[in-house]
C-alpha cells in the first residue's frame, strides 16, 4: 500500500470525531426528549387534579361514569369536531380520525355503518347503509302508514330526565329530512309529531350503491342511553328487516352515549398553549374533547432547514425513536398509554405521528373519583418533538461543521504532507537507480541530502555509500593500469635473467625448468599487456582526432586481413557494395570490430563462416553486425555483458580474459554517439549476432 493512502487513511481516521459528536447528540437528545416528556406530565397531572370528582365537567347524561365505560358493542362516543359539518349526506367535511361503526345485520349484506362526532352542543351522526336499495315513503302525509312506509331509522334515546324517547327519520324524496315522534293522542290513536330539533339530509350512493343520511342532533335532548335501528324494506309497504343497537321491539337503547360535557372544550382550552393538544378521555382512550393546538405536518418549527441540516439529519433516527407509532384516529389515545393510566399510573411516551413524519410525545395522568382512586378519565398532553429536535439540529449542525472542518484540515495536511514525502521519496528512489551510469561510474551526487529529518538522514547516508563505491570503483578501474605499470619492471628484469640464464651452460633438466620459466614470463606479458589495454583505449578515446573515412573500405580491408589471420573460418561480408562517408576515429572503429570479430572466432566452432555486414540503421545511423554460430549468449547476461571487468567464458583458455573486450567496444561507440548490443539468433542453426551503432549526425560535431 502506497504511503499516501496510508496517510489518508489515517486522516479519514479522524471522522471518528464527527461519529462521536454525533453519539454525544443522541445522548443529549435522549436527555431532552426525558426531560421534556417530565415536563409534559406534571403538566397533565396538575390538570388532571384540577378535574378529580368532577364528573359533572367530564360526562354529560351519566350518572355514574364507570371505568368500564363503554363497555358495550353498542356504545357510542362521539369524536370531537373542529368545525360543523355541512348535513349533505355526503361525509366530505367529517375528519378522518372519526371511524366507522359497523352493525351487522341478521341477513348476509345487512350492515349499518355509523359515524358520532359532537361539535359545541350538538350531536352528528353520519349513517350510510351501502349495497342496500333506498325505499322511499310513499309521500310525505303516509308516515304511519304500514303500506306506504319505506327504508326508516329510528332513534331511540333516554332523556336527561331520564325518560325513554323514540323518533324516526324517513323521507319521501332525496333531500332535507327531518325527524318525528311517534305520540298517543286520545283512545290511543298514534300520531307522528314533528320534532325541529333534529335535521338532516337524505342522498342516494353513486351508482345506487345505497344510501347515506346525515343528522344533527342536540345534545340538550339526550341523555346516557343511546341507540339508533335501521327498518329495512325491500318493497314500500313489505315487512321490514330491523337492525342496529336499539331492541327491534320495544326500541329500547342497548348503548349508551357517552359524550362529554359541554363545558369540557372550554375548560380544556383555558390551559392550551401553542403547539400542544390537551385531549380528556375515557378510561378506554376514547376521546371526549380536546383543546388542539398542534401544528400542522410540515409547518413546525425547524420545517425548512438548511441544506447541510438536512443532510445531517440522515445520521441521526427520526420517527425510528418513536416508541410505537400513534393511532390514526384522532379520537382514540395510545391504547397502550390508556391501559396504563386506567391501572392508576402516569405514563410518557414518543410516538410517530399518521404518516411517520414527526415525532409527538404524549403524557396522560389519570383523572380519579373524589374520595376513592377509580380513574374516571385519562387527561393527554401532547406536542410534537419539534423544539428538542431544533436543538438537536442546531447542536448537531454547529458540531459537525466544526468537526468536519476540523477532519478536512487534516485529511488535506496529511494528502500535502503525503505528496510531499512521495515526491522525496520518488527523488531518493530515481537518484538511486540512476546511481550506476552506463559507462560503469557512480554518481555520487544524492537529492534530498541538506533535509533534516529522517529521510535527509537516508539520503545523506546513500550519498556517503555512493560516495565510497566510487572511490572503490575508481581505484578498481585503475587497478589494472597501475598492476601492469607496477609488473612491467620486475618481469623485464625476470626476462632478461632467463635469457641470460639461458646463454650459460646448463643440463636438459635445468633447461626444461628455464623453458618453463620463460613460457610463465610470456603469459604474465600479455597478462600485463591485456590488464593496460583498458586504460590505454581510454586515453586513445580521449585524445583521438575525427577525420573523415570511408566505412565500406575499412570493413574491405579488414575482412582480408581477418581471412589471413584466422584461417580455420571463412568471412564474408555484405552490404558493403557502395561508400559509407563518416566523420570519425577509423583506428577506434577498428579496434571495435577486432573486438567484436575476436570474441567470435572464440566462440564459433572451427569451419563456420563469420558474417559482417554494414547496413543503414533506424534515422541517421550505420550499422555494423559481426554474426558467428555457436552457443546462445548467457541467462543472466543482460546489459552486464558490456560492463568492466565481467567475463562469462567457461572452460580452459590458455589466454588471459578481464571482460575488458566488449567494455572496450561499448566506449568506442559511444565516442561515435552509438550504442553497443548482443542478441541470439533464432535457431536453427543459432549463435550470436553483435551490433555496433554509429551515428553519422554525432560524427559531423
Given amino acids: 500500500m502506497l504511503i499516501r493512502t496510508k496517510l489518508l487513511l489515517l486522516g479519514l481516521a479522524t471522522l471518528a470525531l464527527p461519529w462521536a459528536g454525533c453519539q454525544y447528540v443522541r445522548e443529549v437528545e435522549g436527555s431532552l426528549r426525558v426531560a421534556e416528556g417530565q415536563s409534559l406530565l406534571a403538566v397533565a397531572q396538575t390538570i388532571a387534579t384540577s378535574l378529580r370528582g368532577r364528573q359533572d365537567l367530564l360526562y354529560r347524561g351519566l ?49 349499518l355503518e355509523l359515524r358520532a362526532g359532537s361539535h359545541e352542543r350538538y350531536l352528528y351522526l353520519l349513517v350510510r347503509a351501502p349495497g342496500d336499495r333506498l325505499v322511499l315513503d310513499a309521500s310525505d302525509d303516509a308516515a304511519l302508514d304500514p303500506g306506504a ?41 298514534p300520531e307522528f309529531v314533528e320534532e325541529p330539533r ?27 342511553e343511546f341507540g339508533v335501528l335501521l327498518d329495512d324494506r325491500d318493497a314500500r309497504g313489505a315487512t321490514p328487516s330491523s337492525y342496529g343497537s336499539a331492541s327491534p321491539r320495544e326500541l329500547v337503547p342497548r348503548g349508551r352515549l357517552v359524550a362529554a360535557a359541554p363545558e369540557l372544550g372550554g375548560w380544556l382550552a383555558q390551559f392550551g398553549q401553542p403547539g ?27 420545517g425548512s432547514q438548511a441544506l447541510l441540516s438536512l443532510l445531517y439529519r440522515r445520521f441521526l433516527p427520526g420517527t425510528t425513536l418513536a416508541e410505537r407509532a400513534a393511532p390514526a384516529d384522532r379520537g382514540l389515545l395510545d391504547a397502550a398509554q390508556a391501559r396504563e393510566v386506567a391501572a392508576g399510573r402516569g405514563s410518557t411516551a414518543l410516538l410517530a405521528a399518521p404518516g411517520g413524519r414527526r415525532l409527538v410525545i404524549s403524557a396522560a395522568a389519570p383523572v380519579r373519583e373524589a374520595g376513592s382512586d377509580r380513574v374516571i378519565a385519562v387527561l393527554q398532553v401532547a406536542q410534537t418533538a419539534d423544539r428538542w429536535l431544533l436543538l438537536r439540529d442546531r447542536a448537531l449542525t454547529r458540531l459537525l461543521n466544526l468537526t468536519l472542518l476540523a477532519v478536512a484540515i487534516v485529511v488535506g495536511a496529511a494528502l500535502l504532507f503525503g505528496a510531499h ?15 550506476l551510469s552506463r559507462d560503469g561510474r557512480i554518481r555520487t551526487r544524492f537529492p534530498g541530502t541538506d533535509g533534516r529529518d529522517e529521510l535527509g538522514d537516508v539520503a545523506r547516508a546513500f550519498a556517503a555509500l555512493l560516495g565510497r563505491l566510487a572511490d572503490y570503483t575508481d581505484y578498481l578501474r585503475t587497478l589494472a593500469g597501475k598492476l601492469s605499470h607496477e609488473i612491467r619492471t620486475p618481469l623485464t628484469i625476470v626476462r632478461s635473467s632467463l635469457e641470460n640464464l639461458e646463454a650459460e651452460p646448463l643440463g636438459d633438466g635445468a633447461r626444461t625448468y628455464v623453458a618453463r620459466a620463460r613460457e610463465g614470463s610470456e603469459r604474465l606479458a600479455a597478462i600485463v599487456q ?24 575499412l570493413l574491405e580491408t579488414a575482412t582480408q586481413a581477418y581471412r589471413d589471420a584466422f584461417p580455420q573460418r571463412e568471412f564474408r561480408l555484405e552490404g558493403a557494395g557502395h561508400p559509407c562517408e563518416l566523420h570519425g576515429a577509423p583506428d577506434l572503429v577498428l579496434q571495435a570490430v577486432d573486438k567484436l570479430v575476436d570474441n567470435a572466432v572464440d566462440f564459433s566452432p572451427p569451419g563456420s563462416t563469420i558474417r559482417l555486414r554494414l547496413r543503414d540503421a533506424a534515422g541517421d545511423a550505420v550499422a ?42 561499448r566506449l568506442i561507440a559511444e565516442f561515435h554517439a552509438g550504442s553497443a548490443r548482443a542478441e541470439d539468433l533464432p535457431s536453427p542453426p543459432g549463435g550470436v ?9 554525432s560524427t559531423e560535431m
Avoid at 342522498?203 to 345505497?210: E, K, M, N, V, W
Avoid at 593496460?532 to 578515446?541: D, F, K, M, S
Avoid at 588471459?656 to 566488449?662: D, E, M, S, T, V
Fill in 63 to 111: 350518572a355514574e361514569p364507570a371505568p368500564a365505560l363503554p363497555a358495550g358493542p353498542y356504545d357510542l362516543v362521539p369524536v370531537p369536531l373542529a368545525a360543523p359539518p355541512q348535513l349533505d349526506g355526503r361525509g366530505d367535511d367529517w375528519p378522518a380520525a372519526a371511524s366507522w361503526r359497523r352493525i351487522r345485520g341478521r341477513r348476509d349484506g345487512e350492515a
Fill in 149 to 189: 312506509s319505506g327504508d326508516r331509522l329510528w332513534i331511540a334515546y333516554a332523556t336527561p330526565e331520564g325518560a325513554r324517547q323514540q323518533l324516526f327519520v324517513s323521507g319521501w324524496s332525496s333531500g332535507t329530512v327531518r325527524g318525528r315522534r311517534v305520540a298517543t293522542r286520545e283512545l290511543g290513536r
Fill in 198 to 224: 333534529v335535521q338532516g339530509a337524505l342522498r342516494r350512493l353513486d351508482g345506487d350503491a345505497g344510501w347515506a343520511m346525515e343528522l344533527r342532533l342536540p345534545l340538550s335532548m339526550l341523555g346516557g
Fill in 276 to 302: 400542544v393538544r390537551i385531549a380528556a378521555a375515557t378510561p378506554q382512550g376514547h376521546v371526549l374533547a380536546e383543546a388542539n393546538a398542534l401544528p400542522a405536518v410540515g409547518t413546525e418549527a425547524g
Fill in 421 to 435: 514525502l512521495a515526491l522525496r521519496l520518488e527523488r531518493v528512489r530515481r537518484a538511486s537507480d540512476a546511481a
Fill in 530 to 553: 591485456a590488464m593496460g589495454a583498458a586504460t590505454r583505449v581510454e586515453e586513445a578515446i580521449r585524445s583521438a582526432e575525427r577525420t573523415r573515412f570511408d566505412l565500406a573500405d
Fill in 624 to 665: 555494423i553486425e559481426v554474426e558467428n554460430d555457436g552457443p546462445p549468449l548467457p541467462t543472466a547476461a543482460g546489459p552486464r555483458l558490456f560492463e568492466s571487468l565481467w567475463q562469462y567464458r567457461r572452460g580452459e583458455d590458455e589466454r588471459p580474459h578481464f571482460g575488458l573486450g566488449l567494455y572496450i567496444v
Fill in 689 to 697: 549476432r553483435f551490433t555496433l551503432g554509429i551515428s553519422r549526425r
